[in-house]
């Protein structure tokens, strides 16, 4: 039976490996358990505005080496994980929240909900599509006009044009990514996230819609000595650390 490893552990150990022993492969059921916790990441309003396509064919490595343009990290790869953005799909995802509110609270009329049980569905069926709807960027805009007056009278939420909605959907996307490199860490499998790539032939490749957005791509297999760059270094705590 395999020792539980701790996360301090997987956190040690996990590296950006450039360069995988070829000769080692990797379980392709692990790989997907992996990502199956990484969906348990932290999501801004629980949108889940993502998709993991998990590579394992040689046909699709050796397609996605090219456009990933053939890092070693990627050439060595025994498999691939390219984690994309969905925020195209923010109706379905706010229309799914709010069916599982409602088996939660009990199909009932809305008379019989309770004020938090009435907030949390009109949180998914009214603010929602009011925080993510756009046109040409123009409402994003004046939403964004909007809170900024009534932020110089109080707090005020401001990330509500595309562009921030975009960020926000991509840092979402970010955990689940460090969330599925730490799982794969804890299973002595290693990964490297990587950004130069062409993420508009990924996405040919891969069949996905133009409004898509690739969020990284993600190597798997096991290192090789060389394949990790010397020791870790990190800015000293003190420099970024700020207590108030």
Not at 87 to 100: G, M, T, V
Not at 213 to 228: A, D, F, W, Y
Request: aromatic share 12%; proline share 3%.
């Amino acid at each position: 039976m395999k020792n539980k490893t701790s996360f301090i552990d997987a956190l040690n150990y996990r590296r950006s490996v450039r360069l995988y022993d070829e000769n080692k492969e990797i379980n392709t059921e692990i790989v997907k358990k992996c990502i199956q916790q990484a969906t348990l990441a932290p999501t801004s309003s629980n949108m889940q505005l993502w998709e993991f396509h998990h590579i394992t064919s040689s046909k699709k490595l050796r397609k996605l080496t090219e456009e990933c343009l053939g890092q070693s990290a990627a050439k060595t790869a025994k498999q691939l994980v390219v984690v994309v953005v969905r925020k195209d799909l923010w109706k379905k995802r706010a229309k799914a929240n709010a069916s599982h509110l409602i088996n939660t609270f009990g199909n009932k009329p809305k008379s019989d909900y309770s004020s938090k049980e009435k907030f949390a569905l009109n949180y998914y069926q009214k603010l929602i599509p009011f925080i993510y709807f756009d046109f040409l960027g123009i409402f994003g805009c004046l939403k964004y006009g909007f809170s900024w007056v009534t932020g110089l009278f109080k707090p005020s939420y401001r990330q509500l044009r595309n562009s921030d909605m975009r960020v926000v959907a991509h840092k979402s996307a970010g955990l689940a990514a460090q969330t599925f490199m730490l799982s794969m860490a804890a299973e002595n499998y290693d990964t490297c996230p990587m950004e130069g790539s062409d993420t508009l032939r990924i996405k040919k490749t891969l069949n996905l819609p133009l409004r898509s957005e690739i969020n990284m791509v993600i190597s798997c297999g096991i290192r090789k000595p060389e394949g990790v760059y010397g020791e870790r270094f990190r800015i000293p705590f003190n420099e970024i650390y700020k207590q108030w």
